[in-house]
């Protein structure tokens, strides 16, 4: 009987000294140890339903108890929308304003001149301008009493008038005297002086 509880007893040492060995050999033997019981404590069994989690940060432990990591939200981006070519084809562009590159015409204008007394008689001279040149003079009224003082309002008006006469050309009422119409001369410049005034 004594052989027996001897062989019993050293069986059991031997077991318990390979436990330990094999505990502190392996890796995490001292958690492995830490979390087994003590010898005669009871184990209390898990609870039912999921373990708590803390506060939701933490991966959710799997039956396994390994951590299952969280699946991932895909971002999805919608897809960007181009413009069908229908959408600008028919919409039409504002054309530019067109500018005529003719140049403007200038306007004609006729300014008449007062009449001016002499002895001999009346004299106006009206002008006619393109712009402010002057283009054409032409006598309305002259002296022409007598045949001697008509013959001195031709010799005025063939100098003076007309579209090629010394006002035209001059383009003023700076002119010479014609010679023996001294009278008559004086009153075409000054009838032209103030028609020339009143254009401008």
């Known amino acids: ?3 027996r509880r001897a062989l019993l007893a050293i ?3 031997a077991a318990s000294t390979t436990a330990m060995v ?15 019981p003590a010898a ?8 039912d339903g999921p373990a708590p989690t803390d506060g939701g940060a933490g991966p959710e432990a799997s039956p396994s108890g390994a951590a299952s990591p969280r699946p991932r939200r895909s971002a999805t981006r919608a897809p960007a929308t181009r413009p069908t070519a229908g959408a600008t ?4 562009l504002p054309s530019a304003p067109r500018t005529s590159s003719a140049p403007a015409r200038p306007t004609t204008r006729t300014v008449t001149g007062p009449v001016v007394e002499n002895e001999y008689g009346n004299v106006q001279v009206r002008i006619t301008l393109s712009g402010s040149r002057i283009v054409d003079a032409v006598a309305l009224e002259l002296p022409e009493e007598t045949a001697q003082s008509d013959q001195r309002s031709q010799q005025v ?4 008038s007309g579209t090629s006469g010394l006002v035209v050309q001059q383009q003023g009422a ?10 008559t001369s004086t009153s075409y ?9 009143r254009a401008n």
């Open 40 to 47: 005669g404590q009871p184990v209390a069994p898990a609870p």
């Open 157 to 160: 008006d063939d100098r003076y």
């Open 22 to 36: 094999v505990l502190k050999s392996g890796p995490g033997a001292s958690q492995v140890a830490q979390e087994l």
């Open 174 to 183: 700076d002119l010479d005297t014609v010679s023996g119409a001294t009278a």
């Open 1 to 3: 009987m004594s052989m």
């Open 89 to 92: 084809s028919g919409a039409r």
């Open 189 to 197: 410049r000054q009838s032209l002086q103030a028609a020339i005034d």
């Open 11 to 13: 069986t059991g040492l």
